[in-house]
């Protein structure tokens, strides 16, 4: 599902009318893995309108975050007697995500499926890790030095000092909207008149690749995650 489509099925839903026009707003919070980030809060609002009183549509706008620590680079000195190094970065990655899905009441569990758009914010370095590697077990890999050249190999003394030992040298986050599907499961549990609790549990593969520094690290995400939202009934 491209953007535009997304967005058009989205205002579609805030403007339909039912019947049975009963809606409930929450507040949502969570917890997020991937395979390889992290365990990172997420937190945000929700909404809800029943078509039907079995079947129900929801959105919200939630702020979620990841910290990858995947990103390495290689330096090598000018004297391949020297020893070399490899970096590892860590760098937290900020979304805002809006999911659109459709959800199915049954007496046991809510089951839900739709999609989901996120939007990349920004990224902040978090920390990163050298490790020095001697002459025979140094791993002779190319580095990028360039975000806009090929990846190149890094061979001046100066330059590796400045790389190794400052923050991140460079860091293009590709693609700024990515589009993922999602699946939850969740229970309802009242807890006082209108007031109720919704524990859930999701899987949400992001289909549109991580990619940095134009597709030199290139990566798919599946978040796995578990929350509650509680919610109020108008």
């Given at each position: 599902?491209?953007?535009k489509?997304?967005?058009?099925?989205?205002?579609?839903?805030?403007?339909?009318?039912?019947?049975f026009?009963?809606?409930?707003?929450?507040?949502?919070a969570?917890?997020?893995?991937?395979?390889?980030t992290?365990?990172?809060?997420?937190?945000?609002?929700?909404?809800?309108?029943y078509?039907?009183?079995?079947?129900?549509?929801?959105t919200?706008?939630?702020?979620?975050s990841?910290?990858?620590t995947?990103?390495?680079?290689?330096?090598f000195p000018?004297?391949?007697?020297?020893?070399r190094?490899?970096?590892?970065?860590?760098?937290?990655?900020?979304?805002?995500?809006i999911?659109?899905?459709?959800?199915?009441h049954?007496?046991i569990l809510?089951?839900?499926?739709g999609?989901?758009?996120?939007?990349?914010?920004?990224?902040?370095?978090?920390e990163?890790?050298?490790?020095t590697?001697s002459i025979?077990?140094?791993?002779?890999?190319?580095?990028?030095?360039?975000p806009?050249s090929?990846?190149?190999?890094?061979y001046d003394?100066?330059?590796?000092?400045?790389?190794?030992n400052?923050?991140?040298?460079f860091?293009k986050?590709?693609?700024?909207?990515l589009?993922?599907?999602?699946?939850r499961?969740?229970?309802?549990?009242?807890i006082y008149?209108?007031?109720?609790i919704?524990?859930?549990?999701?899987?949400n593969?992001?289909v549109t690749?991580?990619?940095?520094?134009r597709k030199?690290?290139?990566?798919?995400?599946?978040?796995?995650s578990?929350?509650?939202?509680?919610?109020?009934?108008?």
């Amino acid at each position: 599902m491209k953007p535009k489509s997304f967005l058009s099925c989205l205002c579609f839903f805030l403007t339909i009318k039912s019947t049975f026009s009963q809606t409930h707003w929450g507040l949502s919070a969570s917890l997020n893995k991937t395979a390889q980030t992290f365990l990172s809060p997420a937190f945000g609002i929700s909404f809800e309108k029943y078509i039907s009183k079995k079947n129900s549509l929801e959105t919200g706008i939630l702020y979620r975050s990841c910290v990858d620590t995947g990103l390495k680079y290689y330096f090598f000195p000018t004297n391949w007697m020297n020893d070399r190094y490899t970096v590892t970065y860590s760098v937290k990655q900020s979304f805002l995500s809006i999911p659109l899905f459709y959800k199915r009441h049954t007496k046991i569990l809510d089951i839900s499926a739709g999609t989901t758009v996120d939007f990349f914010l920004n990224w902040k370095e978090k920390e990163k890790e050298i490790v020095t590697h001697s002459i025979t077990s140094a791993p002779v890999i190319p580095v990028q030095v360039n975000p806009n050249s090929p990846p190149t190999f890094i061979y001046d003394s100066p330059q590796l000092e400045i790389m190794a030992n400052g923050p991140l040298p460079f860091y293009k986050f590709d693609n700024s909207v990515l589009l993922g599907l999602l699946f939850r499961v969740s229970k309802k549990f009242d807890i006082y008149k209108d007031i109720y609790i919704e524990p859930f549990f999701s899987y949400n593969p992001v289909v549109t690749d991580y990619s940095i520094n134009r597709k030199y690290i290139s990566v798919s995400r599946k978040y796995l995650s578990a929350g509650v939202i509680a919610k109020y009934s108008l």
